[in-house]
Nanobody
Framework: QVQLVESGGGLVHAGDSLRLSCAAS????????LAWFRQAPGNEREFVAA????????YYRDAVKGRFTISRDDAKNTVYLQMNSLKPEDTAVYYC?????????????????????WGQGTQVTVSS
């Protein structure tokens, strides 16, 4: 099992930046995919970004491409989500997720049910 703890959320203005962190512990060596999802009130949880352990290849939802960057620091067992040019529609609770099995299938990568472990979430609020 992998334990995940998110941090870095907060209240910002449109156009500002935030960096979220997700500290992993436990069987981190078995984790092949680390991802960020978000959930706004009344909405389903949606995929934001993912990074592969094997080669650090990354995947993003279209709405955040060019604004968000996912990265990882293996020495710290931490994955980051740098969020620039934030918009009010980015307001949500952001969750970190880990998947043990490797995959290159975007259909799986962007599906919340494909992940084995989840953090508690961190609130991001962007005011206009």
């Amino acid at each position: 099992q992998v334990q995940l703890v998110e941090s870095g959320g907060g209240l910002v203005h449109a156009g500002d930046s935030l960096r979220l962190s997700c500290a992993a512990s436990g069987r981190t060596f078995s984790t092949n995919v680390l991802a960020w999802f978000r959930q706004a009130p009344g909405n389903e949880r949606e995929f934001v970004a993912a990074i592969m352990r094997q080669d650090s290849s990354t995947y993003y939802r279209d709405a955040v491409k060019g604004r968000f960057t996912i990265s990882r620091d293996d020495a710290k067992n931490t994955v980051y989500l740098q969020m620039n040019s934030l918009k009010p529609e980015d307001t949500a609770v952001y969750y970190c997720a880990a998947r043990l099995a490797a995959t290159r299938a975007f259909g799986l990568i962007r599906t919340s049910r494909a992940y084995d472990s989840w953090g508690q979430g961190t609130q991001v609020t962007v005011s206009s």
